[in-house]
């Protein structure tokens, strides 16, 4: 049956709404309150719901994202072509801890099925993770994963998995410069993730400039399970005081195959051990959850972000942590996330942050607007502006209680801003530093992004993506542009299978195909 036309204006104030139509609508396509289109609009393009003068504003999210170009009648079809994008706003000024959120009751009685950890913290997977301190050294530990998976991993069915932590920093670069500890702490937090159980093996070039002692000081390392299930610190297992490190360049390996062996032989000690783990029930407030968006279109912020928004509210009255990033897809809201931090100084770390990525990105001659993709404007999202007003929406509505700058590992409970690039792939890397164990993923356009580390439940915004990446999405928000499920079903789906994917009773799309991203290091410092 073909749907009748239909849009979606998100506020009473907005002069603009999207066509939700699949394929979008032609001229002369009129909606039920006698709006006639003025000429064809793509599904999730914006139309004017009343005449615009040229300098008149463009209202979305009852936000002004930005100014016509030329005059507008009513049924135009609105793109970045036809509107000025505004001008950043300041950080100046603005409101500190105003909004206090309404007391939600606690959310009790929800659990899943994790590996805790001798440090507290809780995993979803039960992952032996290799380190490596340099690039260089990539190659070698690929190849001896692969070996591992074939011929040892058999023996340990208790393991999940067995995964490279492979990277392009470690040497070539200023180590000493300021911003060097960025990606020197993100190496380092990757490799103490729930997900690894507390054992971390390394294999190191031996000439490179980040040497092992240097990523993991003495001390750094967590105590870890042994087979006992007793607590032990690993160097009373016989590893080395900074955990076990195979040298590729040390004297003892004559030839590619004993790198690969010590490889090998210094896993088996990790997955001896990781075998004799086990789950246990856990409390919901033990979910760690990174909430990202990437391939966002129109409908990103009308349907799969808002109900992750509700997820979020859900999981905080859990009393778990969550944690929203992307720093240029918030950064013209900013207004929003201040008037919502929990207190002046959880303000002044948005603010800072914000202030440090507008000095990187100017360093660089770029700003903001850099960020929006051809997928993103093909998918009706005319600038920057009108994609963070959807991007915020994942955060929900609870308050901010904590700020990370990026690599920084998370500490706290409640909802948690990590500030990070919002390239899918470094924010990704970023969040598994800083200790999720489960990842929420929204997509309008599509992609079969992934992390080895942690699972990727993938949100579709929209019903046809669904349909047509049926194996790739995990939940389908589509419906709730078509009024066939409302933001709270879906956000309530979401809560749900998460559980079910953290307690390991349900596996990703991504996960089944065992498709992965790189992880990408966020390097601000020099390279040499």
Known sequence: MEQSPLYIRVHPQDNVAIVVNDGGLPEGATFADGLVLRERVPQGHKVALTDLAEGDEVIRYNVVIGYALKNLPKGSWINEHVIRMPSPPGLEGLPIATVKPPEMPPLEGFTFEGYRNADGTVGSRNILAITTTVQCVADVVQHAVARIKSELLPRFPNVDDVVSLGHTYGCGVAIDAPDAMVPIRTVRNISLNPNFGGEVMMVSLGCEKLQPERLMPPGTIPIATTAADDVADIGDSGADANGDVVVLQDEEH???????????KMAEHHLRRLNNRRRETCPASDLVIGVQCGGSDAFSGLTANPAVGFATDLLVRAGATVMFSEVTEVRDGVDQLTSRAA????????????????????????????????GNKKGGLSNIVEKAMGSIIKSGNSAISGVLSPGEKVRQKGLIYAATPASDFICGTLQVAAGINLHVFTTGRGTPYSLAEVPVIKVATRSDLARRWHDLMDINAGTIATGESSIEDVGWELFRLMLEVASGRKQTCAEKLKLHNALVLFNPAPVT
């Open 254 to 264: 004559v030839g590619f195959q004993s790198m690969i062996e010590s490889i090998m």
């Open 343 to 374: 207190n002046p100084d959880v303000a002044a770390a948005i603010i800072r942050e914000m202030q440090w990525y507008d000095d990187y990105l100017k360093r660089g001659s770029a700003d903001r607007s850099a960020n929006t993709t051809p």
